[in-house]
Each structure stands twice: as structure tokens, then as C-alpha cells.
């Protein structure tokens, strides 16, 4: 299976630097404080937890199902991204017409500190995000799933465009607390090359803000 072929990407409000081994004292940071804030999300708790969790995702990577990124936020003066804010992760991709560069894909696995939710840095993510996707990878069809509960991450999925597409029903495993052994109903949206145009002037209007 191929590697997805991305790198660094750099905006105004954040930059998506490619995992590596040598964040995880970073993520472990990131990761700390309020776990409520995370109710759907799998954010590692701790070194033991957060060690395997970057290995689970550069195992994925080095298998080509995925391009796992942490994401820096960019403070206004300093010269260089500073703190480690969350993470996130190109996923399933999918290779329908034997393309070197995949022809779908997920963009999941997405979370941010308290501190960087709600401000400019998840929205812009998916600017350099999506931009790769279609510009560079020239894929057919961006995929975005949550859970169908989680009506916080629903809105923020419809706010930058996604269409609804569905639920899938006993879909993918839960994470939230509790529910850990049952499969959760997903909640799919998809954005598709002729709608990004639109989705791109929607979001870049959003970060001007």
C-alpha cells in the first residue's frame, strides 16, 4: 500500500507538522487538564496511554492508512509556531482508480486543547487540509464522520460545508466514557470535488473573521 504523500502545512493560525515519536511529551501536555472537554474524542491520558497512541497512528502511517499531523498553533509576534494544541489525521483513504495519490479520504480524528477550541485554529486546519486534499492529491471526495450523538461536532462539521449524507448504524467503536464496548451510530458528511470551490470561499471566510 502506498504512503500518503504529504508534508508540513503551514497557514496563518496553525501549522500540521507530520507526527513523530519525539512529540509525545507534547501530546502528553496537550492532552492534560479538563478531560470533559473530550467526551467524543480520543485524546490520550498520561504517557502509557499517549505512547501507544503515537505508535497505533505511525504504524498506520507507515502502512499508507493514514497521515497523522499535530497541530501548532501560530501566536501573533513570535517567529515560530509555538505550543502543541491537539492533533489530527488524514485516514481510509482510498485508492478507486489506481491513481498514485489516493481518490478519497477521512479527515478524522481531530482534537484540540480547551484553550484552541472555538478560535480560528480547527478552521483553518481543514482549509490546509482539504487544499491538499483536492489540489494535490486531486481526490474525488473528502469524507468527515462523527458520532451521531455529538451534536457539537455535527454543527461544527455543517458549519464549513459538509453535506449530511447519513448514519451508519453500529459503525465504528464509541469513545465515550462508559461506552467503550458497544458501537456507536456515525453521523457521515462528505464534501466532493465540485462543491469545494464554494467550501473553500466558505471557509476562508470564516478564519477572516
Known amino acids: 500500500m502506498a504512503k500518503l504523500r504529504v508534508g508540513t502545512l503551514e497557514g496563518t493560525h496553525v501549522v500540521l507538522e507530520r507526527l513523530a515519536s519525539r512529540h509525545v511529551d507534547e501530546i502528553i501536555e ?19 496511554e499517549t505512547e501507544g497512541y503515537v505508535s497505533y497512528l505511525l504504524n498506520d502511517a507507515e502502512n499508507g492508512r493514514a497521515a ?7 501566536v501573533a509576534g513570535e517567529r515560530a509556531p509555538s505550543e502543541l494544541v491537539g ?3 488524514f485516514m481510509n483513504p482510498y485508492w478507486w482508480l489506481g491513481r498514485t495519490d489516493p481518490d478519497e479520504v477521512e479527515i478524522g ?3 484540540l486543547s480547551p484553550s484552541a477550541q472555538r478560535s480560528p485554529v480547527n478552521t483553518e486546519a481543514k482549509i490546509l487540509m482539504l487544499t491538499h486534499a483536492f489540489d494535490e492529491w486531486n481526490v474525488q471526495r473528502v469524507a468527515i464522520c462523527t458520532d451521531a450523538v455529538n451534536e457539537q461536532s455535527r454543527r461544527a462539521i455543517e458549519r464549513i ?8 448504524r453500529r459503525h465504528r467503536r464509541s469513545l ?27 471557509l476562508e471566510s470564516l478564519v477572516a473573521r
Do not use: K, N
Open 87 to 89: 492533533c489530527t489525521r
Open 109 to 111: 480524528g481531530t482534537w
Open 30 to 48: 496537550a492532552g492534560s487538564g479538563d478531560r470533559s472537554f473530550y467526551a467524543y474524542t480520543q485524546v490520550p491520558d498520561g504517557r502509557e
Open 176 to 202: 465515550q466514557e462508559g461506552h467503550e464496548s458497544i458501537l456507536r451510530d456515525s453521523a457521515m458528511y462528505s464534501i466532493t470535488i465540485d462543491e469545494w470551490p464554494a467550501v473553500r470561499s466558505r
Open 161 to 168: 460545508g459538509a453535506r449530511f449524507e447519513g448514519e451508519l
Open 68 to 74: 497523522p499531523f499535530v497541530q501548532r498553533r501560530i
